[in-house]
């Protein structure tokens, strides 16, 4: 048996994750490469969209995802009280999508987008397309856990958009 101390040989950088060394745990996440989604939702004010990489499966039976926006989020607090939304999977050629829905983008303005049948906006020709009943909602420290009960699902062939490191990429199948 090998003591973790003796286990140092990789250069890694060794932490305990709390407020002096939040940059070194956001360091730490953004080696994990995540899909880039937008939320979207109606509200009492017009549709309303956030570009989230939280976005993750849960159940197959019955069919749930989930999604996690941050509570400091202007929009947060639209999306706890949507009972709908739709979570809209962006290809590899959609970033200038995912910037409308970032803090002070465009969002659907000059935008061509439709209702589904809850009155969700929905985002045509995205990669993948997952619409929502709101099933239940968790307290997850800074953020909160939103999980949806998917009520009708689209996809098409394509390449994911891909968020690692701070930056926008691809996913490369290797041989």
Do not use: Y
């Amino acid at each position: 048996m090998t003591s973790l101390n003796s286990l140092n040989t990789h250069n890694e950088h060794r932490f305990v994750p709390d407020a002096t060394t939040s940059r070194s745990f956001r360091n730490a996440l953004g080696n994990f490469p995540t899909g880039v989604t937008v939320v979207t939702a109606h509200t009492p004010n017009g549709p309303t969209g956030m570009t989230v990489n939280s976005f993750s499966s849960v159940s197959l039976d019955p069919p749930l995802v989930l999604w996690s926006p941050a509570k400091t989020s202007t929009r947060h607090d639209l999306f706890v009280g949507a009972t709908n939304f739709a979570i809209h999977v962006l290809d590899a050629e959609q970033d200038a999508l995912c910037s409308r829905f970032t803090r002070g983008g465009k969002g659907f303005e000059e935008l061509d987008w439709e209702l589904n049948l809850e009155g969700v906006p929905i985002i045509p020709g995205t990669l993948s397309r997952f619409e929502c009943a709101q099933a239940s909602i968790h307290d997850a420290g800074d953020h909160s856990i939103i999980i949806g009960r998917v009520l009708r699902a689209a996809h098409r062939e394509g390449e994911p958009l891909c968020f690692a490191r701070g930056a926008f990429g691809r996913f490369t199948i290797s041989a």
